[in-house]
């Protein structure tokens, strides 16, 4: 017997560095170490019909059997898994070993190796299925006992050699995936080991870029934190001079206020003293009118004294004519003498008083005429000063006024400047709060190149590591 002839065009790797040869040669060994031959692809090949119809139901069955490995068993139930495994089962029972199969095989080892079967499961995969076949095609010894008799040794012999064949093919077929397998988890490896090492450039890169970020953070936050310093420091020093200046301008404010209330005060004094200069003005030209008006009567008291005087001395002429008439009649005007006596008397006694008054009168219209000159001048001062009250009364108005209005002022000034003084305190208090920050940012700036340099040895540990492997 011979081994099988096979395509040269057998593919057992893609990859430029497998380790499976694709040379014809390499396979005839592969077929000859395992010592299989033409009649036993023959054998396999009969079994096409058992592979495709009853192996995709004996694959579903046999998934109890994977129970003590859960890890298997999981695999096993992805469609990823299970389709090139039935395809691959199905295509080694068939005899199918020529062309394809080598794909077909790392198709298997791959997806075994995808979902994170380890070596040990293939083999166990391996042995259950082609236990499980090998007693489904009664292959088995207690299949094989009823065929003692001598009609039956011909099925008895093929009944063998089908089983001989069939282990040799498996035998094999484990070899093969196994290699495949290593190559696959090499692959695997040399394309970890590329994302590594271009994971390690990248790492590298972002934990300089974060050291020197790091640092720059530093730097920056010390700057930021001196001039927070700086700022809280002139912040307190504002915060103090804003208080002196609140306080200043309350002082102002309150004097202002007080003042207003004085020139309130001053306004009424001044008001009631122009009323006052009213109703002396008014008194002083109503005493003028009654002086003028006693000068007016001293004048006609003249007039009238002056009127008497000639009455009394016509009088006093009347009764001395009468006496001398008296005096003529006798004894018969004795009688009117007596009356011409006693009214030449009464004559006499008015001329007198007449001379006393009008004695008087000369000094009483000096006087009254003193007191009109006197009157007419309290009555222009009056004047004057109700005129410079009036005066005063305006100024102090609009000096109220305009007090009132720097009283306004100044509040608003004091309540701006409080504000401004609690703003600034304000700031204060959040520079004081910025220099926190500002000093968290320096420590989580440290922490952070602390903790990049960390992550660069256990990088570093992580790649030696992984060379290692």
């Given at each position: 017997?011979?081994?099988?002839?096979?395509?040269?065009?057998?593919?057992?790797?893609?990859?430029?560095?497998?380790?499976?040869?694709?040379?014809?040669?390499?396979?005839?060994?592969?077929?000859?170490?395992?010592?299989?031959?033409?009649?036993?692809?023959?054998?396999?090949?009969?079994?096409?019909?058992?592979?495709?119809?009853?192996?995709?139901?004996?694959?579903?069955?046999?998934?109890?059997?994977?129970?003590?490995?859960?890890?298997?068993?999981?695999?096993?139930?992805?469609?990823?898994?299970?389709?090139?495994?039935?395809?691959?089962?199905?295509?080694?029972?068939?005899?199918?070993?020529?062309?394809?199969?080598?794909?077909?095989?790392?198709?298997?080892?791959?997806?075994?190796?995808?979902?994170?079967?380890?070596?040990?499961?293939?083999?166990?995969?391996?042995?259950?299925?082609?236990?499980?076949?090998?007693?489904?095609?009664?292959?088995?010894?207690?299949?094989?006992?009823?065929?003692?008799?001598?009609?039956?040794r011909r099925e008895l012999d093929r009944r063998i050699a089908t089983r001989t064949a069939l282990s040799k093919a498996t035998q094999l077929d484990l070899e093969l995936l196994l290699e495949t397998y290593?190559?696959?988890?090499?692959?695997?490896?040399?394309?970890?080991?590329?994302?590594?090492?271009?994971?390690?450039?990248?790492?590298?890169?972002?934990?300089?870029?974060?050291?020197?970020?790091?640092?720059?953070?530093?730097?920056?936050?010390?700057?930021?934190?001196?001039?927070?310093?700086?700022?809280?420091?002139?912040?307190?020093?504002?915060?103090?001079?804003?208080?002196?200046?609140?306080?200043?301008?309350?002082?102002?404010?309150?004097?202002?206020?007080?003042?207003?209330?004085?020139?309130?005060?001053?306004?009424?004094?001044?008001?009631?003293?122009?009323?006052?200069?009213?109703?002396?003005?008014?008194?002083?030209?109503?005493?003028?009118?009654?002086?003028?008006?006693?000068?007016?009567?001293?004048?006609?008291?003249?007039?009238?004294?002056?009127?008497?005087?000639?009455?009394?001395?016509?009088?006093?002429?009347?009764?001395?004519?009468?006496?001398?008439?008296?005096?003529?009649?006798?004894?018969?005007?004795?009688?009117?003498?007596?009356?011409?006596?006693?009214?030449?008397?009464?004559?006499?006694?008015?001329?007198?008083?007449?001379?006393?008054?009008?004695?008087?009168?000369?000094?009483?219209?000096?006087?009254?005429?003193?007191?009109?000159?006197?009157?007419?001048?309290?009555?222009?001062?009056?004047?004057?000063?109700?005129?410079?009250?009036?005066?005063?009364?305006?100024?102090?108005?609009?000096?109220?006024?305009?007090?009132?209005?720097?009283?306004?002022?100044?509040?608003?000034?004091?309540?701006?400047?409080?504000?401004?003084?609690?703003?600034?305190?304000?700031?204060?208090?959040?520079?004081?709060?910025?220099?926190?920050?500002?000093?968290?940012?320096?420590?989580?700036?440290?922490?952070?190149?602390?903790?990049?340099?960390?992550?660069?040895?256990?990088?570093?540990?992580?790649?030696?590591?992984?060379?290692?492997?």
């Open positions: 017997m011979r081994p099988p002839s096979i395509a040269p065009a057998i593919i057992l790797s893609r990859c430029s560095d497998a380790l499976i040869s694709t040379s014809l040669a390499a396979q005839e060994h592969r077929f000859r170490a395992f010592r299989i031959f033409d009649e036993d692809v023959a054998l396999l090949g009969s079994l096409s019909g058992f592979a495709e119809s009853r192996l995709p139901a004996l694959l579903d069955e046999l998934h109890t059997q994977f129970a003590p490995w859960p890890e298997i068993a999981r695999a096993l139930k992805q469609p990823a898994v299970h389709e090139p495994r039935l395809a691959h089962w199905v295509r080694l029972v068939s005899g199918k070993m020529g062309e394809g199969y080598a794909e077909s095989a790392r198709r298997l080892a791959s997806a075994f190796h995808d979902h994170d079967v380890p070596t040990y499961a293939v083999v166990i995969c391996h042995a259950i299925v082609s236990n499980a076949i090998i007693v489904e095609l009664g292959l088995d010894r207690p299949g094989m006992m009823g065929l003692s008799r001598l009609w039956q290593a190559i696959v988890q090499q692959e695997s490896r040399d394309r970890t080991r590329r994302h590594i090492e271009a994971f390690e450039i990248t790492v590298r890169e972002v934990v300089n870029a974060v050291n020197a970020s790091a640092g720059r953070v530093e730097r920056l936050a010390a700057s930021v934190e001196s001039v927070v310093g700086e700022t809280s420091a002139q912040a307190e020093r504002a915060a103090g001079s804003a208080g002196s200046a609140s306080d200043n301008v309350s002082n102002v404010a309150t004097a202002t206020n007080e003042l207003s209330i004085s020139l309130d005060h001053v306004a009424a004094e001044v008001v009631r003293a122009s009323t006052m200069a009213h109703e002396a003005h008014a008194a002083a030209q109503k005493t003028d009118a009654i002086v003028k008006s006693l000068a007016h009567s001293a004048e006609t008291i003249g007039s009238v004294v002056e009127m008497i005087q000639t009455i009394a001395s016509q009088t006093n002429l009347l009764a001395l004519n009468a006496t001398i008439e008296a005096a003529r009649a006798g004894e018969t005007g004795r009688g009117f003498a007596v009356v011409a006596t006693e009214v030449k008397q009464l004559s006499a006694r008015t001329a007198r008083a007449t001379d006393e008054i009008a004695a008087q009168v000369p000094a009483m219209q000096g006087a009254t005429r003193e007191a009109v000159t006197a009157i007419e001048s309290i009555v222009a001062f009056v004047s004057q000063v109700n005129g410079i009250a009036g005066a005063v009364a305006a100024s102090i108005d609009e000096q109220r006024a305009a007090t009132q209005e720097i009283a306004r002022s100044a509040d608003q000034a004091a309540m701006g400047t409080q504000a401004n003084a609690e703003t600034i305190m304000r700031l204060n208090d959040r520079a004081q709060l910025a220099g926190k920050a500002v000093h968290d940012v320096l420590d989580v700036a440290g922490a952070l190149s602390r903790q990049a340099e960390s992550l660069n040895h256990a990088f570093d540990d992580l790649v030696r590591q992984q060379r290692a492997v």
